[in-house]
């Protein structure tokens, strides 16, 4: 629009405006237009209308009281409408112009409200402000407070001047006074843009000074955080390397021990066999034995009894010797196994002390450091203390103040001390109680093994042959069984990994993009992917969908909610924000389905979804399966997707509603909306996110479902075990064997109650340390509160101080944070430190665990083998015996020579089975001797790797791509912890303060910049 306009009045209407109760529209055509008419008439109410759609604001200036009063008032009967609007439309006459852009059309409208009438202006039907109105006026040179409307009594008051009046008046219709009042206006916003631009430089200058020091500090903050991540990994990764040893070490070892089953498996068909082979013989022994009696006398009978009672007795002592032989075997095994663990320990032990070692030495460098600035800090209170009343007193405050803080950690150091104490000793209870279990298992299968063997004395019968049969058919059907399920459980993982990386990498993608998303709902979609926690179903955004054109209106009127996470039920709910403090990711919202309520539409908002130009209700637009249905009620509630702003204004208040555009009307009559743009793949990001949250929601469904089958399985797998284990144990046959089996049995149970006496007390201090332990962090936590709380008052007192000697104070702040970051490292070193002590005490508790164990079991082996002594001396002079017998049958026995050679042929025949019987029994029991030490190491194996990766969790690190050696590693560790000693304190809020004064730096530059192209205007 040029700089002078003319201005032709083609049209005014009129609505509802004083004496003009219907619509009416005025046209003026070129040239003079007059109106007449007889009093009463309205000639002057089109003049007063003239001046209302233009703007002037009092209502006397248009003969009327208030504003109400231009409201057209019908005559009585009628209803009387609460509002009224006039439209005027003028030409600008402009000919470089389209014909469409010369008019101009102006409408102001009287709107009722609680408080009493409001205008309301537009220009071209756009709805404008009362100053955009005044800067048209000003543009076409209508001045409303000139003579620009000459009305009633005006021209008797121009005659009646003076001719400085007339001149004031000539000069004010000429614009020229109109002009003086506004370059005195922009001389007096000069004045306000000087005073403002010197207070801007000055702020400037003092925000470049700061953010170059604060460049410095967060330069040297960045660095550190740079390094320490580094450390960080380099720790992780070394945590790791232990932990890819400690699996190989397991797999060697699970290996191992399904190869000593499978040996195990073919030793037990081997001794049914033997034992099938000597039942036969016995068997034919009998008969022969029967025959051979009928020949001999009564004299022969008896000495072949005592014959077989002294065979009875030398076999027996022959099979106590032959066990206690293969017990010192076992025994001598585990003795070597025990020492190779004390050795083992030695080694970690050496590496604890030089750990430990090199940790006092830094220690007492620290605190050399901390010595010092603690000096420096006290002669600058001191010379505070010489200063003014306030910096005596707020420094006497701080003193105590930091003498509390100090008695607190001491405290709290104390209660850490003893926290670690109690942890050692808890873990050294747990230690001696797995012990005591693997103890208890072991005693308890001896003496089920020999309860069964003393049980199934006789043959095996026929069903139990058959039982086997069965039994064993099962478990080869169960192993395979098992082996498809693990199958299918490895590849639902694989896949769960697969289509989690390309999840999280459209996620990462998508956060790029849309903030909202942020780091604590990664988290929570990570935790699920990963199956640490089941029961979630995703964000409500990826458990919808509709159509294209809804988008705008469903994501503007749902906005943050659609990253509400939707979970099984509250106790999902409270797992995934232990997560997010654990991690400290953030804040988000969890929808559990147990307690979701769903609402119902409001009244108006009934009415309104069914009116002209409304679509419905946003839900309505929505697709998402029924479960979810409260869900969605939260998101979207009774809001109602209207067709554009102007529907929306119909209907607006009471109601909330959304355009398809996506701006909001909210029921209070807030509004919000405007240009939101469009991100590019962002549709087809979301529909493949949805998809596989989707597929990763059906996967872990899928995932723990198996769990509890696989358990189920090898729980059966196991019973089958244990039942073919027990049916597959050798029949005892001998008296003298029932005997020895009784012992073990009375010894057995004799050892499980003392066990299970142990273990109830061990069990009733762990109890006790437990309670200690709750006890203990409890005190901590109301001392740190404390702690936090003097913290916070030294703070404030410290601002003060500052406030009052800025210098003294910079100084001292800066020896008091280099202190702060002194005693960080100094508490991370002791608790290096107490870590490090931890694990030695628990070293030296498994050393001593080792040492006393290897005593024990020397001191069983020299009993056994004083046990050897006597029973082979007893052996001997049994077979001594069974000579002078055998002797004395063969001179009774001419007549039975041929029964007798028969027999003896048979019996070395059993003996030779039975040998072969003792000697896969020993291999068996080798075996399991074997598989039993192997389980306790795997159990020690898991601990030690479950330690590692608390030990991982903690680090937080990641493991380095490239593979490095360890020794390299710790060597880079170490290099990397000098340069960190030699940054010095570092200030990790320069980082955030800095980006702060940056950004407050540029906004100053950008304003002074804004005051000198507003003074150039000026």
Not at 324 to 347: F, H, P, S, Y
Not at 464 to 484: M, P
Request: net charge negative; hydrophobic share 35%; with cysteine.
């Amino acid at each position: 629009m040029s700089d002078r306009l003319n201005m032709i009045i083609e049209s005014l209407e009129l609505d509802n405006f004083k004496s003009f109760g219907n619509k009416r529209k005025i046209v003026f055509k070129k040239g003079f237009t007059v109106i007449s008419g007889p009093n009463g008439s309205g000639k002057s109410n089109i003049g007063d209308s003239l001046l209302f759609v233009l703007g002037v604001r009092s209502s006397k200036s248009v003969r009327a009281d208030r504003l109400g009063d231009l409201v057209h008032n019908p005559p009585s009967g009628k209803k009387q409408k609460d509002y009224c609007s006039v439209t005027i439309t003028v030409n600008t006459e402009e000919m470089d112009r389209p014909e469409d852009e010369r008019i101009i059309r102006i409408t102001r409208e009287l709107l009722s409200d609680v408080d009493g009438y409001h205008s309301v202006y537009s220009i071209n039907g756009t709805r404008c402000k009362h100053s955009d109105i005044e800067r048209l006026l000003d543009a076409l040179h209508i001045y409303l407070d000139s003579y620009s409307f000459v009305l009633q009594g005006d021209i008797n008051n121009i005659i009646k001047m003076t001719g400085v009046e007339r001149r004031k008046l000539l000069e004010s219709i000429a614009g020229i006074e109109s002009y003086d009042i506004q370059i005195g206006k922009a001389k007096d916003d000069m004045g306000t843009i000087n005073d403002n631009m010197t207070r801007l430089e000055i702020l400037r200058e003092e925000a470049w000074r700061r953010s170059e020091e604060l460049k410095v500090q967060k330069e040297a903050a960045e660095k550190y955080n740079v390094i320490s991540r580094k450390i960080k990994d380099m720790r992780t990764t070394l945590v790791s390397y232990e932990i890819e040893a400690l699996k190989r070490e397991k797999n060697s070892m699970e290996q191992q021990i399904e190869r000593i089953n499978s040996e195990t498996s073919i030793i037990e068909n081997r001794i049914r066999e033997e034992e099938t082979s000597i039942a036969g013989i016995k068997a034919h022994m009998m008969e022969l034995e029967r025959e051979r009696d009928s020949i001999a006398g009564s004299e022969l009978t008896e000495l072949r009894k005592k014959i077989e009672n002294r065979v009875v007795e030398t076999a027996t002592k022959k099979i106590r010797y032959e066990d206690l032989e293969t017990e010192i075997r076992n025994l001598g095994q585990k003795i070597k196994e025990n020492i190779q663990e004390m050795e083992d320990v030695g080694k970690i032990l050496a590496g604890l002390k030089l750990s430990k070692s090199q940790n006092d030495l830094k220690i007492a460098e620290n605190m050399k450091k901390i010595g010092e600035k603690e000096y420096e800090l006290s002669l600058i209170r001191k010379e505070n203390e010489s200063g003014s009343k306030f910096l005596i007193d707020a420094q006497k405050k701080l003193n105590r103040m930091e003498s509390e803080l100090s008695d607190l950690r001491i405290k709290i150091a104390d209660l850490d001390a003893k926290r670690q104490d109690l942890l050692s000793e808890r873990t050294g209870i747990s230690s001696n109680m797995s012990h005591l279990e693997e103890n208890q298992k072991t005693v308890e299968f001896q003496i089920k093994d020999a309860q069964w063997r003393l049980h199934q004395s006789g043959d095996v019968a026929k069903g139990q042959k058959e039982q086997r049969e069965k039994l064993t058919k099962r478990y080869y059907d169960l192993k395979a069984l098992i082996q498809d399920l693990g199958k299918q459980k490895d590849e639902i993982n694989r896949e769960l990994q697969t289509l989690g990386r390309e999840y999280e990498r459209i996620q990462a993608s998508s956060e790029k993009r849309n903030m909202s998303s942020g780091r604590a709902l990664h988290s929570i979609m990570a935790a699920r992917n990963e199956g640490r926690i089941s029961g979630i179903h995703g964000p409500v955004r990826e458990l919808i969908s509709f159509e294209e054109k809804y988008r705008n209106a469903i994501e503007s009127s749902a906005g943050s909610r659609l990253n509400a996470v939707v979970v099984d039920d509250d106790s999902v709910a409270a797992k995934c924000l232990e997560v997010l403090k654990k991690e400290k990711t953030g804040k988000l919202t969890f929808l559990p389905l147990n307690k979701m309520t769903v609402g119902r539409p409001r009244g108006k908002a009934i009415i309104v979804s069914r009116s002209e130009g409304s679509l419905g209700y946003v839900f309505e637009t929505v697709k998402y399966e029924k479960i979810y249905e409260n869900v969605i009620w939260y998101a979207f509630q009774d809001t109602v997707i209207v067709r554009d702003v102007d529907t929306a204004r119909k209907y607006m208040v009471g109601v909330r509603l959304v355009t398809m555009d996506g701006d909001i009307f909210e029921a209070s009559g807030a509004i919000t909306g405007g240009f939101s743009e469009k991100r590019s793949g962002s549709q087809e990001s979301e529909a493949r996110i949805a998809e596989l949250s989707s597929k990763l929601r059906d996967l872990n469904d899928e995932l723990c479902a198996l769990g509890p089958l696989i358990n189920e399985r090898n729980q059966e797998l196991e019973d089958v075990t244990r039942q073919l284990t027990s049916m597959s144990k050798s029949e005892g046959s001998s008296g003298s064997e029932e005997q020895h089996l009784k012992t073990i049995v009375d010894d057995g149970k004799v050892k499980l109650e003392k066990l299970k006496t142990d273990l109830e007390e061990l069990g009733n201090k762990l109890s006790l340390k437990e309670k200690e332990l709750g006890d203990l962090e409890n005190q901590r936590s109301v001392l740190a509160k404390n702690v936090e709380v003097l913290e916070t008052d030294k703070r404030s007192l410290l601002d003060k101080m500052r406030e009052n000697s800025p210098e003294t104070m910079e100084i001292q702040g800066k020896i008091e944070r280099e202190l702060s970051q002194l005693k960080i490292e100094e508490a991370a070193l002791n608790d290096q430190m107490n870590r490090i002590d931890r694990d030695f005490a628990t070293q030296r508790e498994r050393e001593k665990n080792f040492s006393d164990a290897i005593r024990n079991l020397k001191a069983t082996v020299e009993k056994d083998a004083a046990d050897i002594r006597q029973i082979k001396k007893e052996y001997d002079e049994s077979e001594a015996d069974l000579k002078k017998l055998r002797m004395l049958e063969s001179q009774l026995d001419s007549k039975s020579k041929e029964f007798n050679e028969k027999l003896q042929s048979m019996q070395k025949e059993v003996d030779a089975h039975n040998e072969n019987v003792r000697k896969l029994d020993a291999d068996l029991s080798t075996q399991r001797g074997i598989v039993i030490s192997l389980n306790a190491k795997l159990d020690t194996n898991s601990s030690r790797t479950s330690e590692k990766d608390l030990e991982m969790a903690e680090l937080g690190g990641e493991v380095l791509a490239e593979r490095t050696g360890s020794n390299e590693l710790k060597r880079g560790i170490e290099a990397l912890s000098s340069e960190i000693e030699i940054l010095g304190p570092i200030n990790q809020k320069a980082i955030e303060e800095y980006k702060l004064v940056t950004d407050e730096f540029g906004t100053l530059v950008s304003e002074i910049d804004r005051l000198r192209n507003e003074k150039k205007s000026l």
